[in-house]
């Protein structure tokens, strides 16, 4: 048996790196920082110590992937620290003590989260070895199969409450026959994720039940846990958008529209024949591609939204602060209706004649920024 125990802590320690571990720990005992480990993953913070204010909300996390199996919290949280500080640090880890190989840094706002983003995606960890960094789905929403038809709203609600932390609302649907499926949303991605852990057991033991427990919305089928952590499924459209390294946007029309179009352009018509389909033809065109576009980048991409049927884009840009060189930074969010999840990023300008003036310059930069990465989306 001491034999078989010999080789066992053999084995192990060649898996893990004994160098890198003694780094983590004199990390650790110089900067004071705590890591806890619970289901899986070892988290820093949550709030962190000395953090004021509110829990970030949705849009400032980012999920980390490509990391090496024997990099840790020494080398990764002082790396994202460096855009802006850290609310929460999440390393998913194994039972034999080496990372899963992704990882989540949540940030205080959606503006240090798109840094980080801009900054470290592709960030060269070690020789031959860059990660991935990518804003966070953050689902929140569990859906709950196999419940009987005779469970009421109020009282799966209570049951949930006291099964699991974090429960927001329930909504329940009837699948046919003598069984519910219900839709639990939680307060934050987090408690959603601990309670998918043990809710199957839970309903098991508690009420001798047994249900299926999934994401919502559900996750594509190519995707594979902790190799991609969103994957948008967009209908089928055609290639209408050109290279965002064409002219358009680097020498492109003046900008005109001071807000984002809620119905068609002048000139816009839905008849069969009308100008609508002219420009249908001319955006599948190569001349049109090679950027000779017809319109202000907002203009444009109402049109490609809706030459591909994806919808009206909503616009909710922030404020956030004027730097000392002159520029003005603010955050966007622009929803797609077609795209399961919205563009968030920055962008910053420089003071105009009137606040109108500023406003449509925000909004036509973003456009732009949003063209590009719906092109890189769409890209085969």
Request: hydrophobic residues 35%; contains cysteine.
């Amino acid at each position: 048996v001491l034999g078989e125990t010999d080789a066992e802590a053999e084995e192990l320690t060649q898996i893990l790196n004994p160098q890198r571990l003694k780094s983590l720990e004199e990390w650790l005992n110089k900067t004071a920082i705590t890591l806890t480990q619970v289901n899986g993953q070892r988290k820093y913070g949550g709030p962190p110590p000395g953090w004021t204010g509110l829990a970030p909300g949705h849009g400032c996390e980012v999920f980390i992937s490509q990391i090496p199996r024997d990099v840790y919290e020494d080398r990764l949280i002082p790396l994202f620290q460096s855009v802006g500080p850290l609310y929460e640090f999440r390393l998913m880890m194994n039972f034999s003590g080496q990372n899963r190989g992704f990882a989540y840094a949540k940030y205080g706002d959606p503006v240090s989260a798109t840094v980080a983003i801009q900054t470290l995606h592709h960030y060269r960890l070690q020789d031959g070895v860059r990660i991935n960094v990518r804003r966070s789905t953050e689902k929140n929403q569990l859906c709950l199969e196999g419940l009987p038809a005779s469970v009421e709203k109020e009282e799966l609600f209570r049951s949930l409450q006291n099964l699991s932390e974090g429960v927001v609302s329930v909504s329940v649907q009837s699948k046919g026959g003598k069984e519910l499926a219900a839709l639990v949303r939680y307060s934050t991605h987090y408690a959603a994720s601990m309670a998918k852990k043990m809710l199957i057991a839970a309903f098991k033991t508690n009420f001798g039940i047994a249900i299926n427990v999934k994401w919502f919305p559900p996750k594509p089928r190519h995707v594979k846990d902790g190799h991609e952590e969103r994957s948008v499924v967009i209908p089928s459209v055609p290639r209408a958008l050109p290279n965002p390294h064409s002219n358009f946007f680097h020498h492109g029309p003046q900008m005109r529209s001071s807000s984002c179009p809620s119905s068609p352009p002048p000139g816009f018509s839905r008849a069969v024949g009308g100008p609508a389909q002219l420009l249908r033809d001319q955006a599948l065109s190569p001349h049109l591609r090679a950027g000779d576009v017809p319109c202000d980048a907002l203009s444009f991409l109402w049109l490609v939204c809706d030459l591909m049927k994806l919808g009206v884009p909503t616009y909710d840009i922030q404020h956030h602060y004027t730097g000392p060189d002159g520029f003005i930074h603010f955050s966007y969010r622009v929803t797609i209706p077609a795209i399961p999840l919205p563009f968030c990023g920055a962008v910053q300008i420089l003071p105009g004649a009137s606040v109108g003036a500023m406003e449509r310059e925000v909004r036509q930069t973003t456009a732009k920024q949003v063209l590009k990465a719906l092109y890189q989306l769409i890209e085969p």
